[in-house]
């Protein structure tokens, strides 16, 4: 059973960084995408970034260019989000996600994204 546990949110100031991980047991850490979420009260969930199996690839949402950055420790079977710059409306819960069919497939759906964490909440105040 694969399980994503994510770590280092809280609440911070406007300008301040954080850096989010998320750790993965029970699966084929290596061959998996993965990717970061977020929801924030009344809204959708959207795509934050996302990194391909070899970690050669990423993207960034446009409202987190230059500020995030992602990436992935294989040895560890953790991901991390490194967040700089950070903004109010950046509040939100942060979910990280993980597809099985990375070496297939590498996308921003949440539907490609088959296993989830459960969440850490990040807020920035002004």
């Known amino acids: 059973q694969v399980q994503l546990v994510e770590s280092g949110g809280g609440l911070v100031q406007a300008g301040d960084s954080l850096r989010l991980s998320c750790t993965c047991s029970g699966g084929a850490f290596r061959r998996y995408s993965l990717a970061w979420f977020r929801q924030a009260p009344g809204k959708e969930r959207e795509s934050v970034s996302g990194?391909?199996?070899?970690?050669?690839?990423?993207y960034y949402a446009d409202s987190v260019k230059g500020r995030f950055t992602i990436s992935r420790e294989n040895a560890k079977n953790t991901i991390y989000l490194h967040m700089n710059s950070l903004k109010p409306e950046d509040t939100a819960i942060y979910y990280c996600a993980a597809d099985p069919l990375g070496l297939r497939r590498f996308g921003n759906s949440p539907d490609e994204y088959e296993y989830w964490g459960q969440g850490t909440q990040v807020t920035v105040s002004s």
């Open positions: 990194i391909s199996w070899s970690g050669d690839t990423t």
